[in-house]
Nanobody
């Protein structure tokens, strides 16, 4: 079965840094795009960053220049390096993959989430 397991969340001061990890299993990791999403209380889940199998990346405007998504195909792991953290970054962060099921269709898989709290 497909499993995504996030780790690395916690409490950090504004301006601090945190690195999230997501270990994937049950998929051919190297051919799948991976993404990080976040959801704050009362808010919709939003895309933070994605990385394609090619290594191409995209970021939400709110995190550009501060966050970096990367992947290590040998470890089946995707990372989110978060620098210059702000209180508004506080959210549960979720790892996502959307492997093709054929015929141009996809299925979303999510990790359990990891809490990131930015507060002094």
């Amino acid at each position: 079965q497909v499993q995504l397991v996030e780790s690395g969340g916690g409490l950090v001061q504004p301006g601090g840094s945190l690195r999230l990890s997501c270990a994937a299993s049950g998929i051919i990791f190297s051919v799948n795009a991976m993404g990080w999403y976040r959801q704050a209380p009362g808010k919709q889940r939003e895309l933070v960053a994605v990385i394609a199998s090619s290594g191409s990346t995209n970021y939400a405007d709110s995190v550009k220049g501060r966050f970096t998504i990367s992947r290590d195909n040998a470890k089946n792991t995707v990372y989110l390096q978060m620098n210059s953290l702000k209180p508004e970054d506080t959210a549960v962060y979720y790892c996502n993959t959307r492997p093709s099921t054929g015929l141009g269709r996809y299925r979303d898989y999510w990790g359990q989430g990891t809490q990131v709290t930015v507060s002094s």
